[in-house]
């Protein structure tokens, strides 16, 4: 079975949501037959590449809240975050475009690392003083290769805009075309949707649901057709 999960690095909801899914998946008795895909989903595609602002910033000009709203926004969720032993600095953080990030998201899972490289970009972004927004290329190099991705190939990716581009406009594409306006948003072999940070026992109906509704192979067989196997092929007696 198949789980999608579109999201982003700037996104704390899906931190959150991706620590929940976590429990729920380890404690499902199939864990070892489930494989999980990082899709990509921008919150804030228009924003220039090198346009940083603090948090707080952000969220008082897009959301039209005060300060004082939105600490107790990042507090509440500082709370959430550290009930599920995730770690979170709920002041000082800063916000940019995350176009890069996902194009490394891509080069990581063509190496069988992209999990790896989410959960470090989540700390690096929600957990630590250093900012992957605000220090350069190298910082986000350190951080892949930590990941375990070579760091020749990581610049290289940094270094041409092209690269993985493609594949992220997909994964957005895709999460517009099944409905996703927000994220987290996990999509279970392409028949059940959850949007948000569920609570881990909805994750665990979920994945018991669409693990019951997989369809076995109905076989369509005449009989007598010729075919070939691990003993040989059939040799025709006509």
């Known amino acids: 079975m198949r789980v999608e999960i579109w999201s982003d690095i700037a996104c704390p909801w899906c931190y959150v949501g991706k620590a929940r899914f976590e429990k729920a998946l380890a404690a499902f008795p199939h864990r ?25 910033t952000m969220l008082t000009r897009k959301y ?19 009930a599920e032993g995730l770690e979170y600095r709920t002041r000082g953080r800063d916000h940019g475009n995350t176009f890069d990030l996902h194009r490394l998201l891509h080069l990581a899972k063509e190496q069988g690392r992209q999990d790896e490289l989410v959960q470090i970009l989540y700390r690096a972004n929600f957990a630590e003083e250093r900012s992957v927004f605000s220090e ?3 910082r986000l190099v350190e951080l892949a290769v930590e990941a375990g991705l070579d760091a020749a190939a990581v610049r290289e990716v940094l270094a041409d805009p092209s690269r993985y581009a493609d594949e992220v406009r997909a994964d957005e594409r895709e999460a ?11 999509v279970l072999d392409r028949k059940y ?19 019951g509704a997989r369809s076995p192979l109905k076989l369509i067989d005449e009989g007598g057709a010729e075919a070939c196997g691990p003993d040989g092929c059939a040799v025709p007696q006509h």
């Open 64 to 82: 039209g809240m005060s300060e004082a709203q939105a600490q107790a926004g990042e507090d509440n969720l500082g709370a959430q975050a550290a």
């Open 176 to 186: 517009a075309e099944l409905g996703a306006n927000g994220v987290p948003f996990f």
């Open 136 to 138: 350069g290329e190298e």
């Open 32 to 56: 070892d037959d489930v494989e999980v895909v990082h899709r990509s989903f921008e919150l804030d595609p228009g924003r220039a590449k090198g346009d940083v602002q603090p948090v707080l």
């Open 193 to 211: 949707g959850v949007s948000g940070a569920q609570p881990a026992e909805v994750f665990t109906q979920a994945l018991s649901q669409a693990w």
